[in-house]
C-alpha cells in the first residue's frame, strides 16, 4: 500500500472528507511521527505498533570490492515493531491465505 493507496481508501471510507483533507491529515501524521523520532522520542500507537531509534556506533568495515578499510559513522535508524493486536490480525490472515492456497 502506498501512501496515496491509505488516502484513497481513507477517503473513501469518510465520504464527508475530501481527498485533500484526507491527505492533509495523513501528511500531518507521519511528518508528527518523523519529527517526534528526530527529537529521538518513542511513538506508540495502541493496536498498531511503535516507532524508536536504533543507534548504530560507528565502526571500521571493508570494501567488498578493494578489500580496503572504510570508516563508519555512527548513526540511529528508525527501527518499527508492531504491537500484538497487529501481529495477531497478520498472523491470522496468513492461516486464512495459506489455507485457501492449499484447497
Known sequence: MTRADLIAAIASRFPTLTVKDTDIAVKEILDAIGRALARG????????????????????????????????????VPHFTAGKEMRERVEASAKDVSLRQVA
Open 41 to 76: 522520542d518513542r511513538v506508540e500507537i495502541r493496536g498498531f505498533g511503535s516507532f524508536r531509534l536504533n543507534y548504530h556506533p560507528a565502526r571500521t568495515s571493508r570494501n567488498p570490492k578493494t578489500g580496503a578499510s572504510v570508516s563508519v559513522p555512527a548513526k540511529s
